[in-house]
């Protein structure tokens, strides 16, 4: 397949390998265009429905991840032209439906819309030069695609409340800090970290993978009992797997476990 807004690559050795996504269009800082989240959206569906593949890495460029969603594009909607199009393309959920690992790694602006799908991946990897933001109120509107949901539940009330109404940006620091981003990591190092850090993920039994990625997903989203319920009934479930007794066999045995990925 060949996208004009992003660049799609498959990255790593081992027997499940990397999916990786670089978002591409340098000159608008990665602004997140229909088009772009259309590609994105079908670039994902492949990677997760590709055996082969075992997580996916996110990225941008060195200046930016994404400096928000195209302006030029949303500045001559009215109220009615946004209600009946829908503004964004239905694609800006399409990541929520994948089922393996999603990674970002965020060098440079992660603002508004670009700091949004950040906060839609699975965890985020920051360069030390990583800035994040919520500017929209500077353009007159508010986030559209979960900025003020996902936020509050990343960073808390008083970071998150600061960030959206003064459109203040966040270094990597304060990200990592606030619980933003899992980790800090100097900028010539981002891609590295990030795909060693999908690598170790794709080692791992790809069942307990995806179950894992859908609980810590329910205790964001849902009720405490709910989530603790269905995690004991995975738990349970996965004592049928070939890669439990694998696991468990090795760990005994003092080797390293191969697993089948069933
Ligand atoms: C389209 C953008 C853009 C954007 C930057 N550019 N952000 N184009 N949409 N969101 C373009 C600029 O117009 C410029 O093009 C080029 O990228 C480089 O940007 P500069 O401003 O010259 O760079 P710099 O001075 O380094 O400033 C970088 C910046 C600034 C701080 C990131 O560009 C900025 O504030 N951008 C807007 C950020 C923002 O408001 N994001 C939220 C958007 S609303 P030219 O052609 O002049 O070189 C949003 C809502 C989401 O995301 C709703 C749900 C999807």
């Given at each position: 397949?060949?996208?004009?807004?992003?660049?799609?690559?498959?990255?790593?050795?081992?027997?499940?390998?990397?999916?990786?996504?670089?978002?591409?269009?340098?000159?608008?800082?990665?602004?997140?265009?229909?088009?772009?989240?259309?590609?994105?959206?079908?670039?994902?569906?492949?990677?997760?429905?590709?055996?082969?593949?075992?997580c996916?890495?996110?990225?941008?460029?060195?200046?930016?991840?994404?400096?928000?969603?195209?302006?030029?594009?949303?500045?001559?909607?009215?109220?009615?032209?946004?209600?009946?199009?829908?503004?964004?393309?239905?694609?800006?959920?399409?990541?929520?439906?994948?089922?393996?690992?999603?990674?970002?790694?965020?060098?440079?602006?992660?603002?508004?819309?670009?700091?949004?799908?950040?906060?839609?991946?699975?965890?985020?990897?920051?360069?030390?030069?990583?800035?994040?933001?919520?500017?929209?109120?500077?353009?007159?509107?508010?986030?559209?695609?979960?900025?003020?949901?996902?936020?509050?539940?990343?960073?808390?009330?008083?970071?998150?409340?600061?960030?959206?109404?003064?459109?203040?940006?966040?270094?990597?620091?304060?990200?990592?800090?606030?619980?933003?981003?899992?980790?800090?990591v100097?900028?010539?190092?981002?891609?590295?970290?990030?795909?060693?850090a999908?690598?170790?993920?794709?080692?791992?039994?790809?069942?307990?993978?995806?179950?894992?990625?859908?609980?810590?997903?329910?205790?964001?989203?849902?009720?405490?009992?709910?989530?603790?319920?269905?995690?004991?009934?995975?738990?349970?479930?996965?004592?049928g797997?070939?890669?439990?007794?694998?696991?468990?066999?090795?760990?005994?045995a003092?080797?390293?476990?191969?697993?089948?990925?069933?």
């Amino acid at each position: 397949m060949s996208y004009e807004c992003i660049l799609t690559e498959t990255r790593g050795d081992g027997a499940r390998k990397t999916g990786l996504i670089t978002l591409n269009r340098p000159k608008q800082l990665n602004a997140l265009n229909d088009q772009l989240m259309d590609e994105l959206g079908q670039a994902l569906l492949a990677f997760d429905a590709d055996d082969s593949i075992g997580c996916i890495v996110l990225t941008g460029s060195e200046r930016a991840f994404a400096a928000g969603a195209d302006i030029p594009t949303m500045a001559p909607h009215t109220f009615i032209s946004a209600f009946k199009s829908g503004l964004i393309s239905k694609n800006w959920e399409t990541i929520l439906q994948v089922r393996k690992p999603v990674i970002a790694a965020v060098a440079g602006f992660a603002l508004g819309g670009g700091c949004e799908l950040a906060m839609m991946c699975d965890f985020i990897i920051a360069a030390d030069s990583a800035k994040f933001g919520q500017p929209e109120i500077k353009l007159g509107i508010i986030p559209g695609a979960g900025g003020t949901q996902r936020l509050p539940r990343a960073i808390g009330k008083s970071k998150a409340m600061d960030m959206l109404l003064t459109a203040r940006m966040m270094d990597a620091a304060e990200a990592e800090r606030g619980g933003l981003v899992s980790r800090v990591v100097p900028a010539d190092q981002l891609l590295t970290d990030a795909l060693a850090a999908a690598e170790t993920i794709n080692g791992f039994s790809g069942p307990s993978v995806m179950l894992i990625k859908e609980l810590v997903n329910l205790a964001y989203q849902g009720p405490l009992k709910d989530g603790v319920a269905v995690e004991r009934r995975y738990f349970h479930a996965l004592f049928g797997t070939e890669d439990q007794r694998e696991g468990m066999e090795a760990f005994l045995a003092k080797r390293q476990p191969g697993f089948q990925h069933r």
